[in-house]
Nanobody, 120 residues
Framework: QVQLVQSGGGLVQTGDSLRLSCTAS????????VGWFRQAPGKDREFVAT???????FLVASVRDRFTISRDNAENTVYLQMNELKPEDTAVYYC??????????????WGRGTQVTVYR
């Protein structure tokens, strides 16, 4: 069993930066692929980024030039650095651990979500 605790998030202006953290307890996070998803009001949950235990990353095209996903295996933590935030990035962001990929059903463990709000 893996428990994922998220931190970061908040209310920021367009163009600002935020860093989200996802820290695992229970098992070593490096054993899993970790993904970030987000869900805006009235919309389906969508894939944002993923990182393997070895550090290979993949980000959705809409954020690829602004967001970075990284992991610190010693801290059992994965980060999502979000730069140049836009109002359309407003959503609840979730981290998840599992087999990997871009589909939410491939992730077994989920954080509780953290709100990111970007205003103009």
């Amino acid at each position: 069993q893996v428990q994922l605790v998220q931190s970061g998030g908040g209310l920021v202006q367009t163009g600002d930066s935020l860093r989200l953290s996802c820290t695992a307890s229970g098992r070593t996070l490096s054993s899993y692929v970790v993904g970030w998803f987000r869900q805006a009001p009235g919309k389906d949950r969508e894939f944002v980024a993923t990182i393997t235990g070895g550090g290979t990353t993949f980000l959705v095209a809409s954020v690829r030039d602004r967001f970075t996903i990284s992991r610190d295996n010693a801290e059992n933590t994965v980060y999502l650095q979000m730069n140049e935030l836009k109002p359309e990035d407003t959503a609840v962001y979730y981290c998840a651990a599992g087999a990997g990929g871009t589909h939410a059903n491939r992730y077994e463990f989920w954080g509780r979500g953290t709100q990111v709000t970007v205003y103009r």
